[in-house]
C-alpha cells in the first residue's frame, strides 16, 4: 500500500480543512490507493505529482467522477486518458453497448477567476508573514486586476495597525467595513481584521 499522505498535504495545502482533517487524509489516501490497484495510475500519478494547489480541485473533481462511474453497474471498460490518442478525453466508457468520451472543464470566467485565484494565493503568501495571526474576510471586485496585487499587499501591510480588530459580535458581522479604491472604484472590501486567538 503507497502512502500518498506527504503528497495530500503537499498538494491540498490551500485547502485548510482537508489537510486538517485526519479522516479525510485517510479517506484519500485509501481512494488513492484503490484508484491504483484498479488501474487508474495515471489519473493517481496526475495527482501525486502536480505540486500546483490550484490544480488541486480540478483534479479531485476527476477523481470524484472516476469514482461515480465506477459504481455505475451498467459502465463498462472505464478508462482515464485512453491511451493511443493524441488528445485522450479524461474518461472514455462504453454504456448499453455504446461508447462515450468524457472531457471535464469547468465553466467561468477565465480572466477573473484566475486574478481571484492569484489574489487569494498571495493572501496567503503576504499574509502568513505577520507578526499576528489575523483572519480577514476579503470581497473583490470583479474590474481588480493583476496590476492591483503589488499596491494592495502595500497598502494593507502599510495599515493593518490602524485597523480596529473585530471584538464584537456586531463587528464580526462586518461592520465597519474597510474599502480599497483605484481612480474612485472600490476593488477591494475588507472586514475588520480579527484575531485568530483571542
Same mark, same amino acid.
Given at each position: 500500500?503507497?502512502?500518498?499522505?506527504?503528497?495530500?498535504?503537499?498538494?491540498?495545502?490551500?485547502? =485548510? @480543512?482537508?489537510?486538517? &482533517?485526519?479522516?479525510?487524509?485517510?479517506?484519500? /489516501?485509501?481512494?488513492?490507493?484503490?484508484?491504483?490497484? $484498479?488501474?487508474?495510475?495515471?489519473?493517481?500519478?496526475?495527482?501525486?505529482?502536480?505540486?500546483?494547489?490550484?490544480?488541486?480541485?480540478?483534479?479531485?473533481?476527476?477523481?470524484?467522477?472516476?469514482?461515480?462511474?465506477?459504481?455505475?453497474?451498467?459502465?463498462?471498460?472505464?478508462?482515464?486518458?485512453?491511451?493511443?490518442?493524441?488528445?485522450?478525453?479524461?474518461?472514455?466508457?462504453?454504456? =448499453? @453497448?455504446?461508447?462515450? &468520451?468524457?472531457?471535464?472543464?469547468?465553466?467561468? /470566467?477565465?480572466?477573473?477567476?484566475?486574478?481571484?485565484? $492569484?489574489?487569494?494565493?498571495?493572501?496567503?503568501?503576504?499574509?502568513?508573514?505577520?507578526?499576528?495571526?489575523?483572519?480577514?474576510?476579503?470581497?473583490?471586485?470583479?474590474?481588480?486586476?493583476?496590476?492591483?496585487?503589488?499596491?494592495?499587499?502595500?497598502?494593507?501591510?502599510?495599515?493593518?495597525?490602524?485597523?480596529?480588530?473585530?471584538?464584537?459580535?456586531?463587528?464580526?458581522?462586518?461592520?465597519?467595513?474597510?474599502?480599497?479604491?483605484?481612480?474612485?472604484?472600490?476593488?477591494?472590501?475588507?472586514?475588520?481584521?480579527?484575531?485568530?486567538?483571542?
Amino acid at each position: 500500500m503507497t502512502d500518498f499522505r506527504p503528497d495530500i498535504h503537499t498538494n491540498l495545502s490551500f485547502y =485548510r @480543512g482537508i489537510i486538517k &482533517d485526519p479522516d479525510r487524509i485517510e479517506a484519500l /489516501n485509501m481512494i488513492l490507493n484503490e484508484l491504483e490497484a $484498479l488501474g487508474f495510475d495515471t489519473l493517481v500519478q496526475n495527482f501525486s505529482t502536480q505540486r500546483d494547489p490550484e490544480r488541486a480541485s480540478d483534479i479531485l473533481f476527476e477523481i470524484s467522477i472516476c469514482q461515480l462511474l465506477r459504481r455505475n453497474l451498467d459502465i463498462q471498460d472505464l478508462q482515464y486518458e485512453p491511451p493511443g490518442e493524441e488528445h485522450p478525453a479524461d474518461f472514455w466508457f462504453q454504456l =448499453r @453497448g455504446v461508447s462515450f &468520451d468524457l472531457q471535464m472543464k469547468q465553466l467561468r /470566467n477565465t480572466k477573473n477567476e484566475m486574478t481571484k485565484r $492569484l489574489f487569494e494565493r498571495e493572501c496567503r503568501r503576504h499574509l502568513s508573514r505577520l507578526p499576528k495571526p489575523w483572519f480577514i474576510d476579503f470581497w473583490v471586485a470583479d474590474h481588480f486586476t493583476r496590476q492591483h496585487l503589488n499596491p494592495f499587499f502595500a497598502y494593507l501591510k502599510g495599515s493593518l495597525d490602524q485597523f480596529s480588530p473585530a471584538t464584537t459580535h456586531d463587528s464580526m458581522l462586518g461592520e465597519p467595513r474597510y474599502r480599497w479604491e483605484q481612480d474612485g472604484r472600490t476593488l477591494v472590501l475588507h472586514r475588520p481584521p480579527r484575531p485568530i486567538f483571542w
